[in-house]
């Protein structure tokens, strides 16, 4: 008989008088190898009903892994059918491993279930949250208004020329999507106006409509909403990466503030463009009702230009350019706020811009309906 044949792994089964199932293991039980599989054991267990199972492994060479995955699948099979399993019986190393794998029980209900937590909870748990993190948000303010204060006295970490390489991201090189959105809007708007005011014979009206809308909201609420998309993402993925790669402690640890060095660049950045940004989206959206007034109406370019000159106040094109600045810094101080929160991994990166740009969005609506209710309110 060749070595290899001698140590070839097999397996027995066999049924004592008392009614106990022994298995003889011989040879070599290594993954590699071809090896028997336990179907006679498992006959023997399913069919007459048996006291135990154990086992005699006194031919048994090497083993590994494979012989282990067998012996389990043979005590779960003990366990289906109220066996005893006597694990004793085994080499003394292979019977530790399987004390060892059976000391901490499989959990069955392993899958987290969700918790269902009363209602008064949920409601003070949203309260709370809520209540951090705007205490998160005036502390973050607070920070920057002492920043500006020593800006003012020449006093602040800060760099001009930073400043300036933001102006020109969050500025000219967001032109083409504000003059996009912004045109469409004037379409529409014209459109809607149109629609309706010819019911009445009022068409005249639709030059009117355009001009008041957008230079009092329009104009500045989808200016804050794009730059917010655009700019106040950015300013939250570059500051969070920052910090998950611990550049904004290093900057502490250097004794230089990240709020002076990183966040005011910024939003001094929006304060600068966003009227003028305003501004323009109001010229691109009364050029798109212009567009559709002199084409699809009655009305001449004389005409249109004069009704929108006159419709348009001062008072209006000033409370838009202030609303819009305004948003441009609430989407500087959701956007590097979350920044800076964001977490130590890549994941928290992209929570961190999400999270900007959702707040910065509902910040910006909510402002704006407040705005309505207070220049309703003073006849503005």
Excluded at 341 to 366: D, F, P
Aim: aromatic content about 8%.
């Amino acid at each position: 008989m060749s070595n290899h044949e001698h140590n070839q792994a097999h397996l027995q089964a066999r049924r004592k008088d008392d009614g106990v199932v022994v298995v003889e293991l011989g040879g070599d039980w290594l993954e590699r190898t071809r090896l028997p599989d336990t179907l006679a054991v498992e006959q023997e267990l399913v069919g007459s009903p048996a006291k135990a199972l154990e086992f005699e492994a006194r031919g048994l060479g090497r083993w590994d892994s494979a012989l282990m995955v067998r012996i389990l699948k043979l005590h779960d099979l003990c366990a289906q059918r109220l066996v005893e399993f006597r694990a004793q019986t085994l080499p003394p190393g292979l019977a530790k491993l399987i004390a060892l794998s059976q000391a901490v029980p499989e959990k069955k209900d392993a899958a987290r279930k969700k918790e269902v937590r009363p209602f008064l909870q949920q409601v003070g748990e949203f309260g709370l949250a809520n209540w951090t993190g705007g205490r998160a948000m005036l502390s973050f303010m607070g920070e920057n208004v002492l920043a500006l204060v020593k800006l003012l006295r020449g006093r602040a970490q800060f760099r001009w020329s930073d400043t300036f390489l933001v102006m020109q991201e969050c500025g000219p090189e967001a032109l083409g999507i504000v003059a996009l959105i912004n045109f469409l809007i004037g379409v529409i708007l014209a459109f809607v106006g149109a629609t309706q005011l010819a019911n009445f014979g009022a068409s005249i009206y639709t030059a009117d409509l355009v001009a008041v809308g957008v230079v009092r909201e329009m104009a500045c609420i989808m200016t804050g909403i794009i730059i917010c998309g655009r700019t106040g993402a950015a300013f939250a993925a570059q500051l969070g990466t920052m910090k998950v790669n611990q550049e904004i402690e290093a900057f502490q640890t250097f004794g230089i503030s990240p709020v002076e060095f990183l966040v005011l660049p910024r939003m001094l950045a929006l304060i600068f463009m966003m009227p003028l940004l305003c501004t323009f989206a109001a010229a691109i959206a009364i050029a798109g009702g212009f567009l559709v007034s002199t084409m699809m109406l009655d009305i001449t370019p004389a005409l249109y230009l004069s009704r929108t000159v006159a419709a348009i106040k001062l008072s209006a094109f000033l409370l838009g350019i202030f609303k819009g600045t305004f948003f441009g810094v609430l989407v500087a101080l959701t956007g590097c706020l979350r920044g800076m929160q964001c977490g130590t991994n890549a994941a928290a990166v992209g929570q961190a811009t999400t999270s900007a740009v959702v707040t910065g969005i509902t910040l910006i609506i909510a402002f704006d309906g407040l705005f309505a209710v207070i220049c309703n309110a003073l006849n503005i």
